[in-house]
């Protein structure tokens, strides 16, 4: 018998448009063979971890990755990309310091600090100590802080209800388009005039009104403008809450996404800081931080 | 520090906002724990090791209706917390 088997047709891949890009980096200008300290800061958040290497108070390298659905292998695997970076063992780390979501359950941190301390000592190294409002757009919420010169939390507000104005909210308005995260904020401009904001109440309510857009004829251009619009509207209303200060600076992955940042920066009069650090890493680098500042305090004592 | 606890949502914000130094060496002997029918505060210490009151993370979500029954609609003239805290550190923003 010759009988011919055809294969089954298998269904075309499916591309993750939301993915984003997961980094490691190391500063191979320093040997952390002759650091007095290093500390580890971990951010377990509810969409991206983050561990960060800090060498004598110095950010000296970092992971950032997506969360898995167990937040302490989350935590050890972002630890352990960037000590395969570096050879680095743990046993090398004098202090670790866990925060975010999940910083209960990093098993190998010495102290848990709530995220948004992180947030505003992270942001004054990044930034430097002239930062004094801080937007937090994380991936399922969004926080606002005020901090004075030394990264101290002085007024802080935070909304983790509702997924309006956070990364989660990007990544399925992403899904949506069918286009890169990446490419939603420089295609946001690439519209004739300006849009009015979709709903900016709720995710679940933009992506149908997204949908009803795109059925009337809107460009999927138009529409990521729109939902850039309400993004940024929904944000900035939190920020108005506790008030913003010059020195304002942004952390969180939507950090990254102009589309969101320069309308955020028109709606409040107010230009955000740059910084060359990954935006996504201040909480991480935050506790990494209070890890050195508690570890000089127990040497000089 | 002034610690904001809530939401916003469609409906409108829910914050209790807590003055964290006027919370320290608290002059009212914590009587916020006692005061909310819902028992809803809680003493923590803070991220620079200061006691302090905060609302339960649960609550944080669910504010509005944890907190109707101590509004005017309720029958109460003014808010039990607010009213138990005579440093003034608790203020709702609704």
Same mark, same amino acid.
């Given at each position: 018998?010759?009988?011919?088997?055809?294969?089954?047709?298998?269904?075309?891949?499916?591309?993750?448009?939301?993915?984003?890009?997961?980094?490691?980096?190391?500063?191979?200008?320093?040997?952390?063979?002759?650091?007095?300290?290093?500390?580890?800061?971990?951010?377990?958040?509810?969409?991206?971890?983050?561990?960060?290497?800090?060498?004598?108070?110095?950010?000296?390298?970092?992971?950032?990755?997506?969360?898995?659905?167990?937040?302490?292998?989350?935590?050890?695997?972002?630890?352990?990309?960037?000590?395969?970076?570096?050879?680095?063992?743990?046993?090398?780390?004098?202090?670790?310091?866990?925060?975010?979501?999940?910083?209960?359950?990093?098993?190998?941190?010495?102290?848990?600090?709530?995220?948004?301390?992180?947030?505003?000592?992270?942001?004054?190294?990044?930034?430097?100590?002239?930062?004094?409002?801080?937007?937090?757009?994380?991936?399922?919420?969004?926080?606002?802080?005020?901090?004075?010169?030394?990264?101290?939390?002085?007024?802080?507000?935070?909304?983790?209800?509702?997924?309006?104005?956070?990364?989660?909210?990007?990544?399925?308005?992403?899904?949506?388009?069918?286009?890169?995260?990446?490419?939603?904020?420089?295609?946001?401009?690439?519209?004739?005039?300006?849009?009015?904001?979709?709903?900016?109440?709720?995710?679940?309510?933009?992506?149908?009104?997204?949908?009803?857009?795109?059925?009337?004829?809107?460009?999927?251009?138009?529409?990521?403008?729109?939902?850039?619009?309400?993004?940024?509207?929904?944000?900035?209303?939190?920020?108005?809450?506790?008030?913003?200060?010059?020195?304002?600076?942004?952390?969180?992955?939507?950090?990254?996404?102009?589309?969101?940042?320069?309308?955020?920066?028109?709606?409040?009069?107010?230009?955000?800081?740059?910084?060359?650090?990954?935006?996504?890493?201040?909480?991480?680098?935050?506790?990494?931080?209070?890890?050195?500042?508690?570890?000089?305090?127990?040497?000089?004592? | 520090?002034?610690?904001?606890?809530?939401?916003?949502?469609?409906?409108?914000?829910?914050? %209790?906002?807590? #003055?964290? /130094?006027?919370?320290?060496?608290?002059?009212?002997?914590?009587? =916020?724990? !006692?005061?909310?029918?819902?028992?809803?505060?809680?003493? %923590?210490?803070? #991220?620079? /090791?200061?006691?302090?009151?905060?609302?339960?993370?649960?609550? =944080?979500? !669910?504010?509005?209706?944890?907190?109707?029954?101590?509004?005017?609609?309720?029958?109460?003239?003014?808010?039990?917390?607010?009213?138990?805290?005579?440093?003034?550190?608790?203020?709702?923003?609704?």
């Amino acid at each position: 018998m010759n009988a011919e088997v055809t294969a089954a047709p298998t269904a075309p891949e499916k591309k993750e448009f939301w993915r984003w890009q997961e980094n490691t980096w190391v500063d191979e200008t320093k040997d952390w063979k002759t650091a007095k300290i290093i500390t580890c800061g971990i951010d377990v958040g509810s969409v991206s971890s983050q561990a960060v290497l800090v060498v004598d108070g110095e950010l000296y390298g970092f992971n950032s990755m997506r969360t898995g659905n167990n937040s302490p292998d989350s935590a050890t695997n972002a630890l352990q990309g960037v000590m395969d970076k570096c050879g680095m063992k743990l046993e090398d780390i004098h202090y670790v310091v866990g925060t975010g979501y999940g910083r209960v359950n990093v098993p190998f941190a010495h102290k848990a600090i709530t995220e948004i301390a992180c947030h505003a000592r992270g942001a004054n190294y990044m930034g430097g100590n002239g930062v004094r409002t801080i937007l937090d757009m994380g991936g399922q919420d969004c926080k606002a802080i005020h901090c004075d010169e030394k990264g101290k939390v002085t007024n802080f507000l935070m909304n983790d209800k509702c997924a309006a104005g956070t990364g989660r909210g990007m990544e399925v308005i992403s899904d949506l388009m069918q286009i890169p995260i990446a490419e939603l904020g420089p295609r946001s401009f690439d519209i004739d005039a300006d849009v009015d904001a979709v709903s900016s109440v709720c995710v679940v309510f933009a992506k149908s009104e997204a949908l009803g857009l795109l059925k009337a004829g809107y460009t999927k251009n138009k529409v990521i403008a729109a939902y850039c619009q309400a993004m940024a509207e929904r944000v900035v209303s939190l920020l108005e809450r506790i008030g913003v200060e010059e020195g304002f600076f942004i952390t969180g992955g939507i950090a990254k996404n102009p589309g969101v940042v320069k309308r955020i920066e028109k709606l409040l009069g107010i230009k955000a800081i740059d910084t060359k650090v990954d935006s996504q890493i201040a909480g991480a680098l935050g506790a990494a931080l209070f890890g050195y500042t508690l570890m000089s305090k127990k040497a000089a004592a | 520090m002034i610690a904001n606890y809530g939401y916003k949502d469609g409906s409108g914000e829910y914050y %209790i906002s807590i #003055d964290t /130094d006027k919370c320290i060496g608290c002059a009212a002997e914590r009587a =916020c724990l !006692t005061a909310c029918p819902k028992q809803m505060f809680e003493i %923590i210490t803070d #991220d620079y /090791d200061d006691e302090v009151a905060w609302i339960k993370k649960p609550n =944080c979500r !669910t504010l509005s209706y944890d907190c109707a029954d101590c509004k005017p609609s309720g029958g109460y003239t003014s808010l039990p917390c607010m009213t138990a805290c005579t440093p003034g550190a608790i203020k709702h923003s609704w």
